[in-house]
């Protein structure tokens, strides 16, 4: 018996320290143990208890009827309804506040004095379950004592926290997370409850706030400042622009006298009879509309990416961004870059026509043939090596075909005369064009086929694109096609209804004479045939001037002034200067001889004017003429729109009245 009795303290022992242990877990209210055994009798009845540690009130021991929501009593039954628990009303006391403070010393007072008593009780029960040995009762025991040392625990914290001026959110939330076994945080960086500023928020807020506002601010006046900066800069360019430019003439300008008789070298090939002089832009235009129509192609640099062979002596060769992305500028099917290099020490310009479709806007590709005589050519060639760096100018160029002006479109080629018309034919298959598409080429022998391949896959996949060509040095080869030139009957073959059709013809000059004139005789209007020579002009040789008839010895010719340099590539050569030429934007000017063009004359006197072919064609010396009237040879290179403007090629206008040219 003595035995018993000691086993039985020994679990009591453990039963009150397993208790006291348990503080800072989750309370089990003893009410709702009571309510799984509804036939044990419970203890002797107390008096209510305070509000429990969370905050509802406290279960009493002596309940037998369970309440809703078992096993969360502390916590007001979790969902329950009931009165507000304290610690919850803790929560919405902001600020520690006389009243609030009061409050918290009652509270405290009540639960201490509440949970002594608990106690007191519970020992009492405790011993005399362990003398009736009663195992159950000894455990309501133990958790009669827990509960009131949660309340006399919960009461002292409120009590000291009250003392120290901490606020009762931070009260709740620390007893919360005593309850809960959290691990109290290291270092808060911010007390956010120090203090409540305007509109509810703290001030941590408020100054956090602030600061992004500051900021925000500051880059939009930064950003304002910038764009007033541009804008005045702008403004400041624009009217220096203004200023500098002359007044248009008052009239019309008095003719010259009558123009001397033209070189003996035959004229480039173009589509229409010789131009008829060009005046000035008159009252009409004014020289604002005509710097307008004289815009400048983009100019920079582009990496060679990538070189295809493309026949023995013909390379394609694909130009990208720097930056990657798309290439910096747009062009339309047909148009050409101008390629710039230094050779030498000197600058050389030469215009190859974009063989790529406008579709492709992450690259340009242009087919160069390597020409003996080709500075540029044999430069790209022989020299340039993919990761180079190219300065071009681009886009330029008036012989275009986007698939909008005609129902159908015959494309004649010779030689490398192909790369205009690959850059239709790729545009128009890639846009779907629903028209019909006659491509005609004409090459040496099938080595010197340019995009043969290509041309057969596009043929297969495009029902409405026909590809006819013709070798006309097949002896020897697989060559199962036509033999020979383009002639008329060729054309007659491949084309049906041709006359009704548009027409662009590209390469060398003596086959664009035989196509044309077997064009007219097929009726083909002439506005509805559109040619580009490829290869030099066969007038004045680019770089040199045609001799003027040698005067009588009675009138020598007078020298140019002794300070007046040399052209940089023309030889010197002696001119009779009848008339003047004033460059407005540059200040200078110079003599101008009848057979001498404004390109020439500026070189002479150092004023500088972008060109390219030199022959008319590719548009880049395009220049406002501001008084005076200029005779033509070639305008291929020259819209009507802009001719209508005033503007004029420097490299083919040619006067022998005095002239004003803005540049």
């Given amino acids: 018996m003595q035995r018993r009795g000691s086993g039985l303290l020994w679990i009591g022992a453990a039963l009150l320290a397993a208790s006291?242990?348990?503080?800072?877990?989750?309370?089990?209210?003893?009410?709702?143990?009571?309510?799984?055994?509804?036939?044990?009798?419970?203890?002797?009845?107390?008096?209510?208890?305070?509000?429990?540690?969370?905050?509802?009130a406290m279960p009493s021991t002596s309940a037998p009827a369970p309440q809703p929501g078992g096993g969360c009593g502390g916590m007001m039954g979790c969902m329950g309804g009931g009165p507000r628990p304290f610690y919850a009303s803790l929560l919405d006391m902001p600020a520690i506040t006389p009243e609030a403070r009061r409050a918290i010393q009652v509270e405290a007072e009540r639960r201490i004095g509440w949970g002594a008593g608990a106690i007191a009780a519970g020992q009492a029960r405790l011993e005399a379950a362990f003398a009736a040995n009663d195992v159950l009762a000894a455990g309501a025991a133990a958790g009669a004592v827990r509960e009131g040392l949660l309340n006399v625990e919960s009461g002292t914290a409120m009590l000291r926290a009250a003392a120290n001026g901490t606020p009762p959110r931070a009260i709740a939330l620390t007893w919360f997370r005593d309850q809960l076994s959290l691990p109290a945080p290291e270092a808060a960086p911010m007390v956010m409850d120090g203090g409540i500023g305007p509109w509810g928020l703290s001030w941590y807020h408020l100054t956090t706030m602030a600061l992004l506002i500051a900021f925000v601010g500051g880059t939009l006046l930064i950003q304002y400042a910038r764009m007033r900066r541009v804008g005045g800069l702008v403004q400041r360019l624009a009217t220096a622009a203004a200023g500098a430019r002359p007044a248009p003439a008052a009239g019309p300008p008095s003719p010259g006298p009558a123009a001397p008789p033209p070189t003996e070298a035959a004229p480039l090939p173009v589509s229409g009879p010789p131009a008829a002089p060009v005046p000035a832009a008159g009252p009409a235009p004014s020289p604002a509309a005509a710097t307008a129509a004289a815009k400048r192609p983009w100019s920079g640099r582009l990496r060679l990416a990538a070189v295809f062979p493309e026949t023995p002596n013909v390379k394609t060769f694909r130009l990208v961004s720097p930056e990657s992305g798309d290439v910096p500028f747009a062009f339309m099917p047909g148009q050409f870059l101008t390629v710039s290099a230094e050779i030498d020490g000197k600058t050389v310009r030469r215009s190859y026509t974009i063989a790529s479709s406008p579709t492709q806007r992450s690259y340009v590709e242009v087919t160069v043939k390597r020409e003996d005589q080709g500075v540029i050519s044999r430069h790209l060639h022989d020299n340039v090596v993919v990761g180079d760096l190219l300065d071009v100018s681009a886009p330029s160029g008036v012989f275009t075909f986007t698939g909008t002006d005609a129902e159908s479109i015959v494309l004649i080629a010779g030689g490398v005369g192909i790369t205009p018309m690959m850059s239709v034919a790729r545009y128009l298959t890639d846009t779907s064009y629903p028209g019909e598409i006659y491509f005609l080429y004409g090459a040496r022998s099938t080595a010197d086929f340019i995009f043969r391949e290509e041309l057969e896959y596009l043929q297969k996949r495009h029902p409405n694109l026909h590809v006819a060509a013709t070798m006309s040095r097949a002896q020897g080869t697989a060559w199962m096609g036509a033999e020979g030139p383009i002639t008329k009957e060729f054309i007659a073959r491949a084309v049906p209804e041709i006359a009704r059709r548009r027409v662009h013809l590209c390469g060398p000059p003596p086959m664009m004479e035989s196509v044309k004139a077997a064009l007219a005789?097929?009726?083909?209007?002439?506005?509805?045939?559109?040619?580009?020579?490829?290869?030099?002009?066969?007038?004045?040789?680019?770089?040199?001037?045609?001799?003027?008839?040698?005067?009588?010895?009675?009138?020598?010719?007078?020298?140019?002034?002794?300070?007046?340099?040399?052209?940089?590539?023309?030889?010197?050569?002696?001119?009779?200067?009848?008339?003047?030429?004033?460059?407005?934007?540059?200040?200078?000017?110079?003599?101008?001889?009848?057979?001498?063009?404004?390109?020439?004359?500026?070189?002479?006197?150092?004023?500088?004017?972008?060109?390219?072919?030199?022959?008319?064609?590719?548009?880049?010396?395009?220049?406002?003429?501001?008084?005076?009237?200029?005779?033509?040879?070639?305008?291929?290179?020259?819209?009507?729109?802009?001719k209508a403007c005033g503007i004029i090629l420097a490299c083919q206008a040619k006067s022998v009245g005095s002239l004003e040219v803005e540049a």
């Avoid at 143990?33 to 009798?41: D, F, L, T, Y």
């Avoid at 509000?51 to 509802?56: F, Q, W, Y």
């Avoid at 404004?598 to 030199?614: F, K, N, Q, T």
Wanted: charged share 15%; net charge negative; proline share 14%.
């Fill in 20 to 56: 006291l242990n348990g503080a800072a877990l989750a309370q089990v209210d003893p009410g709702d143990h009571a309510a799984h055994h509804p036939g044990q009798a419970g203890p002797p009845a107390r008096a209510a208890a305070p509000a429990g540690p969370g905050g509802g």
């Fill in 521 to 642: 005789e097929f009726g083909v209007p002439k506005e509805q045939v559109k040619t580009e020579a490829f290869g030099p002009a066969r007038g004045v040789t680019p770089g040199t001037a045609a001799h003027l008839p040698a005067p009588a010895p009675a009138a020598p010719p007078a020298p140019a002034p002794a300070s007046t340099p040399a052209a940089p590539s023309a030889a010197a050569v002696p001119r009779v200067a009848t008339a003047e030429v004033l460059f407005t934007k540059s200040g200078k000017s110079g003599a101008l001889a009848p057979d001498q063009t404004v390109l020439e004359a500026a070189e002479a006197i150092g004023v500088a004017i972008d060109y390219s072919c030199r022959v008319g064609i590719c548009g880049a010396c395009k220049v406002p003429l501001l008084k005076g009237e200029v005779t033509m040879e070639v305008e291929e290179g020259l819209p009507p729109e802009d």
